[in-house]
C-alpha cells in the first residue's frame, strides 16, 4: 500500500523560510512524479509545485516561481520543497501528492496518492 506523508510545516514570518518533506512507503518514490498542493484559507486547492520521475522535471506556479525550490533526495526515498522569501498569502495547508502519470511542465494529470497535509502560516 503506498502512503506518503507530509512534514515540516510550522509558522514563519514574512520573509522568512520553512523546509517541507513528503516521504513514501510501498513505493520507491522515484517511480512517482511528486506534486505539492496547497489549500489557503477562502480559496480552491491549487497546485504549487511538482517534479517528474526520471530527469526529474520541474513546475513552479507563478506565484512561488523564484521563491520556491522542488528537489529529490532518492537515499531518503523523499521529496522537500524549499520554501523562501514566504509571504502572508502562502499561508495553507500543503499537501504531497503522487501520481504515475507523467507530468511534466504542469501539474494536470491525475494524483493519485495524497498526505494528510501540514499547515503553514506566515504570519509576523
Same mark, same amino acid.
Given at each position: 500500500? #503506498?502512503? #506518503?506523508?507530509? =512534514?515540516?510545516?510550522?509558522? &514563519?514570518?514574512?520573509?522568512?523560510?520553512?523546509?517541507?518533506?513528503? &516521504?513514501?512507503?510501498? #513505493?520507491?518514490?522515484?517511480?512517482?512524479?511528486?506534486?505539492?498542493?496547497?489549500?489557503?484559507?477562502? +480559496?480552491? *486547492? %491549487?497546485?504549487?509545485?511538482?517534479? =517528474?520521475?526520471?530527469?526529474?522535471?520541474?513546475?513552479? &506556479?507563478?506565484? #512561488? +516561481?523564484?521563491?520556491?525550490?522542488?528537489? *529529490?533526495?532518492?537515499?531518503?526515498?523523499?521529496?522537500?520543497?524549499?520554501?523562501?522569501?514566504?509571504?502572508? %498569502?502562502? $499561508?495553507?495547508?500543503?499537501?504531497?501528492?503522487? $501520481?504515475?502519470?507523467?507530468?511534466?511542465?504542469?501539474?494536470?494529470?491525475?494524483?493519485?496518492?495524497?498526505?494528510?497535509? $501540514?499547515q503553514v502560516i506566515v504570519s509576523s
Open positions: 500500500q #503506498v502512503q #506518503v506523508v507530509e =512534514s515540516g510545516g510550522g509558522l &514563519a514570518q514574512p520573509g522568512g523560510s520553512l523546509r517541507l518533506s513528503c &516521504a513514501a512507503s510501498g #513505493v520507491t518514490l522515484d517511480y512517482l512524479a511528486i506534486g505539492w498542493f496547497r489549500q489557503s484559507p477562502g +480559496k480552491e *486547492r %491549487e497546485g504549487v509545485s511538482s517534479i =517528474s520521475q526520471g530527469n526529474g522535471f520541474t513546475y513552479y &506556479a507563478d506565484s #512561488v +516561481k523564484g521563491r520556491f525550490i522542488i528537489s *529529490r533526495d532518492n537515499a531518503k526515498n523523499g521529496v522537500t520543497l524549499q520554501m523562501n522569501n514566504l509571504k502572508p %498569502e502562502d $499561508t495553507g495547508v500543503y499537501y504531497c501528492a503522487g $501520481t504515475e502519470s507523467i507530468a511534466i511542465g504542469n501539474m494536470g494529470v491525475p494524483w493519485t496518492y495524497w498526505g494528510q497535509g $501540514t
